[in-house]
């Protein structure tokens, strides 16, 4: 049997009128008849008691139109689920955050891409920049949010924006009391801070922007995470640096941030995925980062 068969049949069923079926299915009639013939022959029954005036279903034929109406019922879901995975509407998507960009733009981000496109079964996750390109290079995770530059031959990335870095201080700190602060004023302060392999490149390009083309700054201490480097900064163990928006968000007793003089050092925002990627949700999730990202940007009132 062809589905070809199976429409021309359930429309001859369904309307038990040769002409009426014909027009509905858009072919002439005369290639609706010869299709039921063919359906009969193959299958060895009747399935139409038909003479010139009347049309009707014999056992055999109503027997066959509740089979038919499921067959093609199911070739249209399948069609329609498959063409909504090939457009990016449906699927699944593993998505990590870095743990220094889980809300702001990056939650902007995801709450837009899940209302777009709910039916996407999207698998959030956390880490570390370094450990995001790991994860790519394996293919655990399909996107993920990262601190560029990568410099990874295999990773293709999209920044979206870039924000400025703050200075952390312990509140009893001589520089607290400013309202910014200098690169200058932080050349001889010791400095808490994560560990390189971390994220080679933002680690390399943040301390150049505030320290210099290869200046090295005196670190006492790095901390895996954020809340322990801004925990050791309120022991008064040194000063550290911050994205602004973490600095709006996680706030620690004991320490106070302060903005950059200009020009501001600042730090992006990105999203990484593998050059040979090929997911149309992927695809869709970068137009949203995009489109989201320049909203963001946008003046006020624009």
Known sequence: MELRQLRYFVAVAEELHFRRAAERLHVAQPGVSQQIISL???????????DRRTVALTPAGTALLEEARAVLAGVDRARARTQAAGSGVTGRLRLSLTRSLTGGLAGRIVDAYRGRFPEVELELSAGHTSLHVEQLREGAIDVAFVRPPLNDP???ELELAREPLVCVLPSQHRLARRRRVSREDLRDEPLVWWARDHGPGPWD?????????????????????????????????????????VSRVLRIPGTVCRRFTAPEPTVGIALAWRRDAALPALQRLREVAAEVAAEAAAPPGR
């Open 205 to 245: 390009e943040m301390l150049a922007q505030v320290y210099g083309r290869g200046g090295t700054p005196p670190i006492v201490r790095t901390e895996p995470a954020e809340e322990r480097i801004l925990s050791a900064v309120a022991e008064g163990l040194g000063v550290s640096l911050s994205m602004l928006e």
């Open 40 to 50: 009969e022959a193959e299958l060895g029954v009747r399935l139409l008691d038909r």
């Open 154 to 156: 295999l990773i293709a």
